[in-house]
């Protein structure tokens, strides 16, 4: 359920990725891109860039994304890891935080997927 949680939002940012950057990227080289601190370059804003908060809240996000990447899909894809219950609600409920972000973000932008 992690693994597919994790490739859920790796499907769906492509997708949005792909409409509005007009390129095809996927997993390690696309997560940075989403919440890039290059205003030309980044998907989303998560936070006022004009302010420091702003600029770390995009920082933060661009990390998270690629961290649930590496740190929480790869192991598990690329071996046959068992996850114990509580790992993977912690991964589930981490998953959902991104996922709520992204929704947050297609409605400030008033982008549609």
């Not at 949680?5 to 095809?24: D, T, V």
């Not at 990227?25 to 936070?47: E, H, S, Y």
């Not at 740190?71 to 894809?77: D, E, G, I, S, V």
Request: charged share 35%.
């Amino acid at each position: 359920a992690v693994e597919s949680a994790i490739k859920e939002i790796n499907s769906r940012l492509k997708k949005i990725y792909k409409k509005y950057k007009g390129e095809e990227l996927d997993g390690a080289k696309l997560f940075p891109m989403v919440f890039n601190d290059d205003i030309n370059k980044t998907l989303f804003v998560a936070g006022n860039l004009d302010e420091q908060s702003g600029r770390d809240e995009q920082e933060g996000f661009r990390f998270l994304l690629l961290g649930i990447w590496k740190a929480l899909r790869n192991p598990k894809a690329h071996e046959n890891l068992e996850v114990d219950k509580n790992k993977a609600y912690e991964s589930i409920v981490f998953a959902s935080l991104i996922m709520n972000k992204i929704d947050e973000c297609l409605q400030n932008q008033k982008m549609e997927e």
